[in-house]
């Protein structure tokens, strides 16, 4: 005979974080190629509103939105989410103009990434109360999400700005929240960032002499330079904080309140190594910047039942300080064909960029489906003459929409978002994005010329995110398996059922001394009927209820949608209301239950605080009198 494992709240986490070990090296090898700049965002929730969740961030990417937001969420929890991105990048290089002489007019072919699908970010997260009141702890892996991948044709008109990008960069992520019910919350992440990664290729001119060639030639002492490096220790943490200043409205704001500073070191690789001598090394310089967001959400509660919502509508603000990001320095230790490598800057002149999002959801059949849709304005970050195709950031917008379908403690959610960019056109007369002369650098060693204008011409790009996420809430999930198909609404519960008000003795019909109830002796003043059968309901007054309602105090309750106490009598008492003294009946609503449930049973002495575990999901309610 095999003895049936009764379960308790303590083994939601460990079953939770078997799940995460078996998923972090999925995520580690999946999401990890994530990197570069962004663009919403970050799981199949925020992707569907239009990436408007600084403030209803309602699953465990609040630790990546904000922090604080955490611990609204409660019990134990899992979230796997995937973004999958399809972007079209091109760039068609303007025909050289009549300063170049004999080649004058070259018109060059359509330059288009290889790679339209980029399937690799994926994503874990794994929270939990650890028991604890208005508490939440989590671990995150993730990435920035972005596109970490490119490839281009090598010597293609596109070759003196990238041939290939392969980006590695991890968020190894912890992060602790704390909040004051319905009131106020505050959180903060902590990240370690890894980048054990970058591969970052592009043809270069080796001449030694003050010649340009602006057309690419693998014949010509143009070489692929391939920069392999990497930087396994960066820090940085999140913040988070929302409010609750009315019912109906909530505030909230958080970002990277410290900037990620990069030192990535490594090997330089060519596709001509008789050129390049064997310890060719480079490193290099660049700073993932601060970032701030904040909104305002409106709340609207379902009738009836004011702790729960109808549909939310929430307006966010983003801003990001890309400005920070001048340039990429590298700096080279080696020689090409016997004469040291310079020294290069790759010249960005980024910008700040700031975006508008809008969305929101609507809640339909009890909670178990729900609808979302948004959209977004974005500044570019980089300016129209330094257009450059690794990181694709010109003014845009998009508009996403998802679903989420949720049962017992398990929930999927699909998002979809598309973005839309601004086409960027560059002139030979006004391109800043220069061919790369490791040798002979320009001006200095080129008559003073600026150089070859790599980025002249048009870039064109949009993208199709497709966002998938499972979660699981492990509270309700085990709990409800142990208790059957359905459930029965009160199983034997271990408390005594409240003393019945009324007991009439069978044997004596005649009756008793109309003593009056004494207060210290409430209990045997019942058996005592009327004088007929038929006036036994008058006597209803006479249970526990009665006692001096001085001692009333108020009712809270956690782990659940809604929750009401019921009295003997009838009378319903709701979150938040004076309670007296007496038995009652607690009636939960939780995810997996369409109608409010008996949860146990509650009795209330004055000037003392009741608790109990509900029976219908094993969460805690609590009943306070003073």
């Known amino acids: 005979m095999t003895r049936r494992r009764r379960f308790h709240p303590s083994l939601a986490p460990r079953a939770a974080f078997a799940v995460l070990g078996l998923t972090g090296a999925l995520t580690i090898a999946a999401d990890a190629h994530a990197g570069g700049f962004e663009i919403p965002d970050l799981g199949a929730r925020s992707l569907g509103r239009g990436g408007a969740y600084a403030v209803g961030a309602a699953d465990l990417t609040a630790l990546h939105y904000n922090p604080g937001k955490l611990a609204a969420l409660g019990g134990t929890r899992f979230l796997y989410t995937h973004n999958l991105v399809w972007h079209d990048t091109a760039f068609q290089r303007a025909t050289l103009s009549d300063v170049w002489g004999d080649d004058a007019g070259t018109s060059f072919p359509l330059a288009e990434n290889a790679n339209k699908l980029f399937p690799l970010g994926a994503a874990a997260f794994l929270g939990s109360d650890f028991g604890l009141k208005n508490w939440m702890f989590a671990a995150g892996i993730y990435g920035p999400n972005s596109v970490g991948r490119h490839e281009y044709p090598d010597y293609g008109p596109q070759s003196f700005l990238l041939t290939k990008m392969d980006v590695l960069l991890i968020y190894y992520s912890l992060a602790v929240a704390w909040q004051l019910p319905k009131k106020f919350g505050v959180g903060i992440t902590l990240q370690y960032v890894d980048l054990p990664s970058m591969q970052y290729a592009l043809v270069a001119d080796s001449t030694v002499t003050p010649g340009l060639n602006p057309i690419p030639d693998a014949s010509s002492t143009q070489l692929i330079t391939d920069l392999n490096m990497k930087d396994r220790v960066g820090f940085t943490s999140i913040i988070g904080l929302w409010g609750r200043p009315h019912r109906r409205v909530e505030i909230g704001a958080g970002g990277r309140v410290i900037p990620i500073n990069m030192n990535p070191k490594g090997t330089v690789g060519t596709d001509k190594e008789t050129l390049v001598s064997d310890d060719v090394t480079a490193s290099m310089t660049f700073t993932l910047p601060v970032q701030l967001r904040g909104g305002l959400r409106y709340l609207h509660p379902l009738k009836g039942d004011p702790d729960r919502e109808r549909f939310d509508i929430e307006l966010d603000l983003f801003w990001e300080n890309w400005g920070t990001l001048d340039a990429y320095y590298i700096d080279f230790e080696g020689a090409i064909n016997g004469q040291p490598i310079q020294d290069q800057v790759i010249e960005k002149n980024w910008r700040d960029t700031f975006s508008v999002r809008l969305g929101g959801d609507v809640n339909l059949l009890d909670g178990h489906l729900t609808l979302r849709g948004g959209g977004f304005f974005e500044t570019g970050a980089s300016q129209p003459d330094y257009a450059h195709l690794d990181f694709p950031s010109y003014n845009r917008g998009g508009v996403g929409g998802g679903v989420t379908g949720s049962f017992r403690g398990v929930s999927l959610t699909v998002g979809f978002m598309h973005i839309f960019q601004q086409r960027q056109e560059v002139t030979e007369q006004f391109g800043k994005g220069f061919q790369i002369r490791p040798i002979a650098p320009c001006p200095e060693r080129c008559g003073e010329l600026s150089g070859v204008p790599a980025n002249a011409g048009v870039f064109t790009s949009r993208f199709d995110t497709l966002g998938l996420s499972l979660g699981f809430h492990f509270n309700e999930l085990i709990g409800k398996r142990k208790r059957g198909k359905r459930g029965e609404p009160e199983p034997a519960q271990p408390e005594p059922a409240p003393a019945p008000p009324a007991q009439p003795d069978p044997t004596s019909p005649e009756p008793a001394e109309p003593t009056p109830p004494s207060p210290a002796q409430p209990e045997p003043a019942a058996p005592t009927p ?9 006597p209803a007054p006479t249970p526990t209820p009665a006692p001096s309602p ?42 997996g239950t369409p109608k409010p449930t008996p949860a146990g049973k509650a009795t209330i002495e004055a000037g003392k605080t009741t608790s109990l575990t509900c029976k219908a999901n094993y969460q805690r309610c609590t009943a306070t009198t003073k």
Do not use: H
């Open 550 to 591: 001085s001692g009333s105090g108020s009712f809270e309750a956690s782990g659940v949608r809604s929750a009401m106490l019921i009295n003997d009598t009838g009378k319903t008492y709701r979150v938040g209301q004076a309670v007296p003294p007496g038995s009652y009946t607690i009636m939960a609503t939780f995810d």
């Open 530 to 538: 009327t004088p007929a059968p038929t006036l036994a309901p008058t």
